[in-house]
């Protein structure tokens, strides 16, 4: 099965940028969808970005415009740009395996990252 390893977290002041990197393992990484998801301490986890395994993408409403999510099949890697960051983006950013079902995507568990810290000062 795939795993992945997020890494690109840090810190970071309010307007700046950060650049994720989702690596996976395995020779299937072209077919398959994949989300970013973040959870700010004492919060419930949230959907920040999906791209399908055509390249198709979707966002979530908060950074709808600051944050840009691709993927290099002949690396293995999704990427996540984060531009003009806010304090509330300050979260650990995780990347699964998605699968589209009637009600939406949901992330397959087995194939979570450790998650990458990202903190952004005001």
């Known amino acids: 099965q795939v795993q992945f390893v997020e890494a690109g977290g840090g810190l970071v002041q309010a307007g700046g940028s950060l650049r994720l990197s989702c690596a996976a393992s395995g020779n299937t990484f072209m077919f398959l969808n994949v989300g970013w998801y973040r959870q700010a301490f004492g919060k419930e986890r949230e959907s920040v970005a999906i791209i399908s395994s055509g390249g198709t993408t979707e966002y979530g409403d908060s950074v709808k415009g600051r944050f840009t999510i691709s993927r290099d099949n002949a690396k293995n890697t999704v990427y996540l740009q984060m531009n003009s960051l806010k304090p509330e983006d300050t979260a650990a950013y995780y990347c699964?395996?998605?699968?589209?079902?009637?009600?939406?995507?949901?992330?397959?568990?087995?194939?979570w990252g450790q998650g990458t810290q990202v903190t952004v000062s005001s």
């Open positions: 699964a395996e998605v699968r589209p079902t009637r009600t939406g995507w949901v992330p397959q568990d087995r194939t």
